[in-house]
């Protein structure tokens, strides 16, 4: 066994320009995010790409859309990809979560791996969805070159459990839109071989006022 894995995280939305917080929310790509999923598409024709997975949330199904287009590759969508349900916080700009929510956001920040978002979802949750659908993709594949289209957060999650991390460690994994990581799983365990690779983009311009990063 001998999968590659090229986790990608989805374009720049809308919301992401706000600092708006998304979670299971949604918004569409901008035009510079969908420029972005141009310019990934294009670089992913260098690799041999068997099957694209996307979360079934708009802002990935977009981006995967587009790299499917380009590559002659239907999509296969799925919740398991789906990026952390931020419950309450969904739509709040970080100043409003700071304010409405400051206890829990002062563990989010400190301690992000004990938070307890009301009607959100827990990065123990994350990873033990992402943990589960790896090891079913492994199961049902042998050396196939696989593109999961994910997002921010979840993407961390399987970087560290992949690198044998624990999720306190989330900040310290850096992921802007579409950035590219190479996982290959061999027999003997996952070897990362690329991290947060955005040399694709043409024109790359980094957020800064994106809520939960």
Known sequence: MANTLYIV?????????????????????????????????????NHNIDYIYSSDLGRAVQTANIVGE????????????????????????????????????????????????????????????????ISELNSKYDNKHIVLVTHSVTARVM?????????ENIYKIKQDNTALNIVECRDYGPIVIK????????NHSKIHNSALE
């Open 70 to 133: 380009k590559l002659g590759i239907d999509v296969i969508t799925t919740p398991d990809l789906r990026e952390m349900g931020f419950g309450e916080w969904e739509g709040l700009l970080i100043d409003q979560i700071k304010n409405d929510y400051a206890d829990i956001y002062k563990t989010w920040r400190n301690e992000p791996h004990n938070v307890d978002i009301p009607g959100g979802e827990t990065l123990h949750l994350i990873k033990e969805r992402t943990d589960k659908f």
């Open 195 to 202: 991290m947060n690779d955005t040399t694709h983009i043409k």
């Open 159 to 167: 970087l560290l459990s992949f690198l044998g991390s624990g999720v």
């Open 9 to 45: 995280r989805h374009g720049q939305t809308n919301w992401n320009i706000l600092g708006k917080t998304q979670g299971h929310g949604n918004s569409d790509l901008t035009s510079q995010g969908i420029e972005q999923a141009k310019d990934l598409s294009a670089s992913m024709l």
